[in-house]
C-alpha cells in the first residue's frame, strides 16, 4: 500500500487518540501476571499489541477484546503452561523483551521470536543481568530467538547498573524480580519512561524511585507478598501518536488544532519540550489524572520554528520522536544539530542512516553523523517517493513532511503505519489534510 501527502491548507479541528502504545503494552502482560479479572479501556490495537495479545494467546489466557475494552482473566505467578510452539513477537521490541522477565518471574519454558526486523535488535542487554539473576535464558548471537528454561527458584536479588538507560531493559528486570529472593535496584544514566515503575504499585508491588545527586535514576523493586491485584484503568491518548498531528500543525500555515486526553509523563514529553526550544506554539490545559499518569489537552497553532541544539538526557526523553523532529527541524529557519542519539541506530531499522537518506531523497539538507545529523532548515521540499525501511514511525514522519512539499510525498509500503498508528491516514485527513 502507498500512502501519498500533498501540498496542504491549514489543519482544523479537535481530535481524541487511542491509548497510549507502551502503556497498552504493560497494562496487557501485566493484567496475567495478576490474580483475577482485569478490565483496561482505551488500549490501543495495533500491530505491535497485537503481537501481546497473541502471546496471550500462546500461553492460553483467556482475554476479551471488545472495541477497545480488553478483559484479561488473570494467572498470577504461577501455573503457567508451557506453550507449544514458539512465540511469535512480530515487530515488536517491548513485547519480546518484556515477555521474557515475565516468563522469566514465572519460570515458563518457552522460545521468544520475531520479525527480520525483531531478529536485528540487541537481545544481550537482557540476557546478561537475567542470567545474573539465575534465569536460564540463552541467545545464539545476541539477538532473537531467546529461549527459557527452567530456572532455579526463587531468583536472585540484583544490583545492576544499565549502561543505557533502556525503559524496556528496566521493565524487564524488574518483572523478572517479582520472584525474587530480595530487591531488584537498577540504576540508569538518565530518565527513561517510568510506566512500569507507575503501574506495579497499583498492583500492590513496592517499587521505590529515587534520582542520585549526579542525575543518575535509580529504582528498586521488592518482591511482592502477596498475589497481584488485578487492573482496572483508562489508558490516556498516545504522546508519541499525538507527535505525528503536533508537527503536521506546526509546519502547515494558518494550522489550529486540539488533541484531548494525551498522556504528558514527563518522561514521554521531550518532544514537546524541544519544539517548544524551537518557538512552537502548544498550549497545555484541562491537566488530570489517569490511570497514575498525568493527562492533558494540547491546543497547536502553526508559527514560524527556529533550529536547536538537542542532547544529553532530552534524547531519551524523546528517542521515538526523532524522525517526525527532523522533519519540524527540515522546515525551520536556521541549524538544527542532534547529538548523544547513537540508539537510534537500534531501531526498528538504523534510523538515523534511513532518516537522513530519506529526507535528503525529498529535498531536506540534512547530514549523518554518528550520534546524530544536523539539518539546514528550508521554506519548503520538493517531495517525492520514499522508502520506510519497515520502520512505522520513518513512514509516518515522512507522510507528515509531503503537506509541505511541492511535489507531495508518497509512502511505499506504507501499511507499515498500521504498526503502531493504525488509523493515521484517516486523522490526517480529518483534520483537513491532503491524503
Not at 503481537?51 to 475494552?69: E, F, I, K, R
Not at 531499522?349 to 525529498?362: G, K, M, N, V, Y
Amino acid at each position: 500500500m502507498n500512502l501519498t501527502t500533498n501540498l496542504s491548507p491549514p489543519l482544523r479541528g479537535t481530535l481524541t487518540l487511542a491509548g497510549d502504545k507502551s502503556i497498552s503494552h504493560r497494562a496487557i502482560l501485566f493484567a496475567v501476571l495478576a490474580e483475577g479479572e482485569s478490565r483496561v479501556q482505551n488500549l490501543l490495537v495495533s500491530g505491535v499489541t497485537q503481537a501481546m495479545l497473541d502471546a496471550l494467546t500462546a500461553l492460553a489466557v483467556p482475554w476479551q477484546l471488545t472495541g477497545s475494552t480488553l478483559t484479561v482473566q488473570g494467572r498470577g505467578l504461577y501455573g503457567w503452561p508451557t506453550p507449544a510452539q514458539p512465540i511469535n513477537c512480530g515487530n515488536s521490541a517491548t513485547t519480546i523483551r518484556l515477555l521474557a522477565g515475565a516468563l522469566a518471574a514465572c519460570s515458563v519454558t518457552a522460545i521468544l521470536d520475531g520479525s527480520p526486523g525483531l531478529r536485528r535488535r540487541p537481545m544481550n542487554r537482557i540476557v546478561a543481568p537475567l542470567q545474573a539473576m539465575g534465569v536460564n535464558i540463552s541467545t545464539p548471537d545476541g539477538r532473537a530467538p531467546l529461549t527459557l528454561g527452567p530456572s532455579q527458584f526463587p531468583l536472585k536479588p540484583l544490583q545492576y547498573v544499565l549502561p543505557v538507560a533502556s525503559a524496556q531493559v528496566k521493565s524487564c528486570l524488574l518483572l523478572a524480580g517479582l520472584a525474587a529472593d530480595g530487591p531488584v535496584t537498577l540504576q540508569e544514566p538518565g530518565p527513561s519512561r517510568d510506566h512500569t515503575e507507575r503501574m506495579l504499585p497499583a498492583m500492590g508491588v513496592r517499587v521505590e524511585t529515587a534520582v542520585l545527586p549526579d542525575g543518575t535514576q535509580r529504582v528498586t523493586l521488592h518482591p511482592p507478598q502477596l498475589p497481584l491485584r488485578p487492573l482496572h484503568m483508562t489508558i490516556p491518548g498516545d504522546i508519541s501518536a499525538a507527535a505525528f498531528l503536533i508537527v503536521a500543525a506546526l509546519i502547515v500555515p494558518g494550522s489550529e488544532i486540539t488533541l484531548r486526553g494525551v498522556m504528558l509523563n514527563p518522561t514521554r514529553t521531550g518532544l514537546l519540550e524541544a519544539l517548544q526550544y524551537m518557538g512552537a506554539e502548544i498550549i497545555t490545559s484541562n491537566i488530570s489524572q489517569m490511570g497514575g499518569e498525568p493527562v492533558g489537552d494540547l491546543t497547536i497553532r502553526a508559527n514560524v520554528l527556529h533550529g536547536t541544539e538537542i542532547g544529553g538526557n532530552l534524547v531519551v526523553r524523546m528517542i521515538d520522536e526523532f524522525p517526525i523532529f527532523a522533519v519540524a527541524a527540515a522546515l525551520a529557519q536556521g541549524q538544527t544539530v542532534v547529538r548523544d542519539a547513537l540508539e537510534l541506530r537500534h531501531k526498528e531499522s538504523d534510523r538515523i542512516t534511513a532518516l537522513c537518506q530519506q529526507l535528503q531523497a525529498i529535498g531536506a539538507d540534512v547530514q549523518e553523523r554518528p550520534d546524530g545529523f544536523v539539518i539546514n532548515g528550508r521554506s519548503h521540499l520538493h517531495g517525492g517517493v520514499v522508502n520506510p525501511h519497515g520502520d512505522h514511525r520513518l513512514a509516518m514522519s515522512l507522510a507528515v513532511a509531503g503537506l509541505r512539499a511541492t511535489h507531495g510525498v508518497t509512502v511505499q509500503n506504507a501499511e507499515i503505519m498500521h504498526e503502531s498508528f493504525p488509523d493515521f491516514g484517516a486523522k490526517l485527513a480529518a483534520l483537513g489534510a491532503a491524503v
